[in-house]
């Protein structure tokens, strides 16, 4: 009889710690999935620029799209949004028949975006890029929208300078371009948004590609 009890005990705590086995690792694994996602929105804030992810409120997203063509014809605008987030710009401007691509550091909001892609009929339309803004090529679009910071408007100015053709738009929220002129500028606070165009302001690109 006592090996008998002795023997249901003993399977019992077999039984027990298995489970606790489990549970440790089932916690385990969630807490570092947690933390994997988590570090990628965080990471923005150990670079040298720090962008976090603030995405665009619907009133902000309305504004970069009042300035933005309706394409109705064969040829197709390409636009890039910089550090797109979770898509939300580049599918509006799809659905406006534009062409429209992101780029994005973040990888858990690049697939968020291509499946927003999908679900919402531009996935033809739309490309996300887990790429560094900074070793991006932004020679091929004719629409750049920002929804910056500060810190890197002055060097955001250079590089689309530099780089864009001479019919390019740029779509600038929240803070402008520190030196180019503006075209339009709608809305205020937060919700500004500058719009430049690169063959008006030809004379001062020049200037600035010669002294740098
Ligand atoms: C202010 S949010 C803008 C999001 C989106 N454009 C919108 O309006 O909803 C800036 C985004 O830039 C991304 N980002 C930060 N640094 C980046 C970099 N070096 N290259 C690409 N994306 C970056 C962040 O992950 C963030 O999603």
């Known amino acids: ?13 077999k ?16 807490g570092i999935g947690l933390t994997v996602i ?6 923005p804030a150990f670079r040298r620029i720090c962008l976090p992810y603030v995405p665009a409120t619907t009133h902000q997203v309305r504004n970069v799209l009042n300035l933005l063509p309706k394409n109705t014809t064969a040829r197709r605008d390409k636009l890039l ?21 992101g780029v994005e550091l973040n990888p ?31 020679a091929p679009y004719d629409y750049i929208v920002i929804f910056g910071v500060e810190q890197m408007m002055k060097d955001l100015e250079k590089k689309l300078i530099s780089e864009t053709s001479e019919t390019a738009k740029i779509i600038a929220c929240r803070f402008p371009l520190p030196n180019m002129r503006p075209q339009h500028v709608i809305d205020d606070g937060v919700n500004t948004v500058w719009y430049y165009d690169l063959y008006k302001n030809k004379s001062f ?8």
């Open 38 to 43: 988590c570090a990628s929105f965080v990471a």
């Open 205 to 212: 690109a020049e200037e600035l590609i010669e002294r740098t």
């Open 1 to 13: 009889m006592d090996h008998l009890i002795e023997n249901n005990a003993s399977s019992t705590k």
């Open 81 to 101: 949004d910089i550090g797109s987030g979770d898509g939300r710009i580049v599918v509006a401007a799809a659905k406006n028949g534009l062409l429209a691509d």
């Open 15 to 30: 039984r027990t710690s298995t489970s606790a086995k489990i549970l440790i690792a089932a916690t385990g694994g969630i």
């Open 108 to 138: 858990w909001l690049v697939w968020y975006s291509r499946m927003a892609a999908i679900t919402q009929g531009v996935h033809r339309q739309t490309h996300f890029y887990r790429r560094d803004l900074w070793k991006y090529n932004v």
